[in-house]
């Protein structure tokens, strides 16, 4: 099963790149998010490889005055994986680590061009590797990189220039649950679980990251933060990661955040300010109809549009969501620097710090 992909040299295994090992939950993801100097605006897009149920997929979401507009796309994937364009949706690498472009032909009077220019190296964030009992549900590695972003968006004849935009752009791949669902579950029956906070912020002279994914009793199973110095590159990963988290009463959604670490010279702090709060099944993360890697045909182009300002907070439907914040780090120095990001925040089961006991109790 040759593809284009086996002219370069990267394979890794003694067969065709097409072919991903043997777990049919293999996929290969772009993800962007972009949003004005002010948080009134945002873009996030999606474009998913699935080799072993021979899909790609991708999405573009825009929001601003409190409403989500998306276009999601779907194709055979033919086993190409080097042809990321999906319907309206293209993502081309540029230069890798460094540039990369995501066009949507206009769809449902939507329409952008956008350069993504890393303003540092990707950061490797550590393996993702999480088991129930002898199950893998996910072994993932991602890149991460803060970006500057040019070009434009165009939402019914109006063009929004987006230079001087700052956002964030990943790459992940590995194994996580897509398309359909298992039918068969762990054995025994394992309660549903999962807690994941993931802020990254841009500043103007340095980049923040930071995430958590805890279980049930709060201990954390892969976290990490690190601090990036624009000027000089230079990453300081922070010693003993840890956040505070008030929770908005009568929900699972963030008040509030203050993140921390350490460094050789002292204590670093970071406090966010939440805002709008951007649901991510606008590119299809836990959707209903468009979730990532189902099979919706040779070619599938749908337009959807989301109250995200009234949504139901309480509605297991919009647990997972990324809040634009505004954000000031202290450095141990003593310096002060604003700048801004997203929350990003899933709280599934009980977490005990929380206080949350069942699958979806609230604050």
């Not at 004005?36 to 899909?55: E, M, Q, T």
């Not at 791949?173 to 802020?199: E, H, K, S, T």
């Not at 912020?201 to 930071?210: R, W």
């Not at 310096?335 to 977490?351: N, P």
Request: aromatic share 10%; glycine share 10%; hydrophobic share 40%.
């Amino acid at each position: 099963m040759l593809t284009k992909a086996d002219d370069y040299p990267v394979h890794q295994r003694p067969e065709p790149i097409a072919c991903s090992g043997t777990d049919r939950n293999f996929y290969d993801r772009y993800f962007f998010n972009a949003q004005s100097p002010d948080g009134s605006r945002f873009l996030a897009a999606a474009l998913g490889v699935y080799p072993h149920l021979n899909v790609m997929d991708a999405a573009v979401c825009w929001m601003e005055g409190g409403r989500q507009r998306s276009v999601f796309a779907s194709r055979l994937l033919a086993s190409e994986r080097m042809d990321t364009q999906v319907g309206p949706v293209t993502v081309e690498v540029v230069e890798p680590l460094k540039r990369l472009r995501l066009t949507l032909a206009e769809t449902d009077g939507l329409s952008a061009d956008l350069l993504f220019e890393g303003r540092h190296a990707p950061i490797e964030e550590p393996r993702f590797t999480w088991r129930q009992g002898p199950r893998t549900i996910m072994d993932v590695t991602r890149m991460t990189q803060n970006v500057a972003v040019s070009g434009a968006i165009t939402a019914d004849g109006t063009r929004i220039d987006a230079n001087g935009w700052h956002g964030t752009r990943d790459r992940s791949w590995g194994i996580r649950p897509i398309g359909a669902a298992d039918p068969q579950p762990a054995a025994p029956p394992v309660p549903p679980q999962f807690y994941w906070l993931w802020a990254p912020i841009n500043f103007q002279a340095h980049a923040l990251f930071f995430h958590t994914n805890d279980d049930a009793s709060g201990n954390p199973w892969n976290r990490s933060a690190v601090l990036v110095d624009l000027a000089s590159g230079a990453e300081t990963k922070l010693g003993s990661p840890a956040f505070a988290l008030p929770y908005r009463p009568g929900t699972r959604r963030a008040a509030s955040a203050t993140l921390t670490g350490l460094t050789a010279q002292g204590p670093v702090t970071v406090r966010l300010t939440p805002g709008a709060e951007f649901h991510m099944h606008g590119l299809g993360y836990g959707h209903p109809r468009f979730g990532h890697g189902g099979w919706r045909g040779e070619l599938d182009v749908q337009a959807e549009r989301f109250d995200a300002a009234n949504a139901d907070a309480t509605s297991p439907l919009n647990a997972h969501l990324q809040a634009l914040v505004a954000a000031e780090l202290t450095l141990p120095s003593g310096e002060v620097h604003q700048g801004r990001g997203v929350l990003e925040q899933l709280f599934i089961g009980a977490h005990a710090p929380s206080g949350f006991r069942e699958l979806f109790d609230l604050a």
